[in-house]
């Protein structure tokens, strides 16, 4: 195992966030592999840590001064064993072929335990819509589509949204898309309802995490109720947690964004809520003005000089990291744990570190990865697309059931998974080999392709 992750490294040595996605997955289904030798002799490790293809392509585009802007664009399609690629796009000037790389990898494991037919792919740009004008946005939209729309298709690959890809941008790409192909199919999930979305997709990666949570607590005969939740990001996760948490009794008291985060010991309720949605959504404002409006809350600025988030160290039960990989170093892990947390469900994809998961595991807390937590976001994508091969449209109340059937199903393949290996209430250990599992027979049925 050793010897593998050594040449994995050595044949890309920058990957690190790639890196850091294989050894835990492969780490936590060794004794899979101990239990299945065939595996090793059909080189599953080697192919399934291959993307089956990687898109690599410049993306020119004008901006409002005239001045001629270069990005770059990328398409990871990893792995396509149980169907089409699925996954986000991701708009941030961070991105590189490591991050993606690792959000692909991720999302294989992901998709697998949704239960639907979705393979695993991830995408985006080195692009930052921050500041950019709504016509910079789909200028840029329209020559990246321009390249990616010869590589994906509605039984082909199927992109979503992620970081800095919510509805305005999925709205230009899709527009573009349709011009290019002369067609109006669903190649893009996470379209606006009146052509095409489905009801619940904006709400499903907070929703399911929320309702995977309830479903941890229920396992100590517990709930969301009056516990004190931190919450991180203020983006399209963040948001639908919240409004989650409000509605099942719990208090949320910190969000934040890239520049610091405010804490409202008071409590986050569905008023402040619907400001920092028209804050973040329409105004496309900055966290600390919720301080402006709420003086009560206090805003801190993000301190580069301090080796941890002040945010994970405040008293709380639960926590939901919903910005970005590996927020929660070892040294947020010992505060929250020092702070009296129970819980901490993934929004964000790799929010941990693996210093800090070691902690939680250590304590035994309840601790769910994004590959289990985070799912419900595809999975409502995956409900799309059956909304749209069908040319139906389901109702709200039958889309949140079957979101909250999904976590459910989740969370239950989790524990089975973990305690088929000995490692119970591992959701980690559970999440990995479950996906694992799946992925690797639908591979071996398929041959060497
Ligand atoms: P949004 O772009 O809507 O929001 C992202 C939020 O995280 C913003 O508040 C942003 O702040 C903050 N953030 C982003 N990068 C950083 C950073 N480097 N440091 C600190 N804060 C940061 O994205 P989403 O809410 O969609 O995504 C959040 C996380 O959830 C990501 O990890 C994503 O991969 C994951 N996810 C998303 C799903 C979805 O359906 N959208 C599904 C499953 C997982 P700022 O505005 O300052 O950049
Ligand atoms: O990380 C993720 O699961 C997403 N960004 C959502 C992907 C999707 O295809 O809906």
New binding site residues.
């Given amino acids: 195992m050793s010897d593998f992750l050594k040449s994995l490294t050595a044949r890309d040595p920058g990957e690190k966030e790639f890196h850091q996605a294989v050894k835990e997955v492969l780490e936590t289904v060794q004794p899979v592999l101990d239990r299945n030798p065939e595996y090793r002799q059909a080189a599953v490790l080697e192919r399934i840590t291959e993307p089956e293809r990687v898109i690599m392509f410049r993306v020119p585009w004008m901006d409002d001064q005239g001045q001629v802007q270069v990005n770059r664009g990328f398409r990871i399609q990893m792995n396509s064993s149980i169907g089409p690629y699925k996954g ?1 796009l ?1 708009f ?1 000037p ?1 991105v590189n072929l490591s991050i993606l790389k690792f ?1 692909a990898f991720e999302q294989v494991f992901k998709n697998a335990l949704t239960t639907l037919a979705m393979g695993g792919g991830k995408g985006g740009s080195d692009f930052d819509p ?1 500041g950019k004008s709504d016509n910079e946005v789909m200028r840029f939209c329209q020559g990246f589509m321009s390249e990616l729309f010869r590589h994906i298709g509605p039984d082909t690959d199927v992109p ?5 890809v ?1 509805a305005r941008e999925i709205g230009y790409l899709f527009g573009i898309y349709k011009k290019l192909r002369y067609e109006f199919t669903g190649v893009l999930t996470g379209k606006s309802l009146g052509w095409g979305g489905s009801l619940i997709r904006p709400e ?2 907070g929703y399911g995490n929320v309702y995977f949570a309830s479903e941890m607590l229920a396992t100590k005969n517990d709930r969301l109720e009056d516990k004190t939740c931190l919450v991180s ?6 948001q639908f947690t919240v409004e989650k948490i409000i509605e099942l009794g719990g208090k949320v008291v910190t969000l ?4 610091g985060y405010i804490f409202d010991e008071a409590g986050i309720d569905r008023e402040k809520l619907a400001f920092v949605k028209r804050l ?1 959504n329409i105004r496309r404002g900055r ?1 600390s003005e919720y301080i402006d409006k709420y003086s009560e809350a206090v805003f801190t600025e993000v301190d580069t000089t301090l080796d941890f988030n002040p945010l994970w160290n405040h008293k709380a039960h639960c926590a939901f990291p ?4 590996n ?1 929660i170093n070892g040294k947020d892990a010992q505060n929250l744990v020092n702070n009296g947390i129970k819980l901490i469900s993934e ?3 790799m ?1 941990s570190t693996p210093e800090a998961i070691n902690i939680f595991l250590d304590k035994k807390l309840l601790y769910a990865p ?1 590959k289990a937590a ?1 799912a419900g ?2 999975a409502v994508s995956g409900l799309e697309m059956a909304q749209n091969s069908m040319r139906l449209n389901w109702p709200r109340e039958e889309v949140d059931a079957r979101l909250k059937m999904i976590m459910r199903s989740i969370h239950q393949t989790c524990l089975d998974a973990a305690a088929e290996y000995g490692m119970p209430g591992n959701y980690m250990a559970g999440a990995n080999i479950a996906g694992f599992v799946k992925v690797v027979n639908a591979m071996l049925d398929q041959g060497l392709v």
Wanted: hydrophobic letters at 25%; glycine letters at 24%.
């Fill in positions: 986000g991701r941030h961070s959000l921050k979503a949204g992620d970081i800095g919510g499903a990666t990001g203020s983006g399209n996760v963040a934040s964004d890239s520049s973040k966290i919903s910005a970005t990989q927020e929004g964000a994809n929010p994004g985070n976001g595809v």
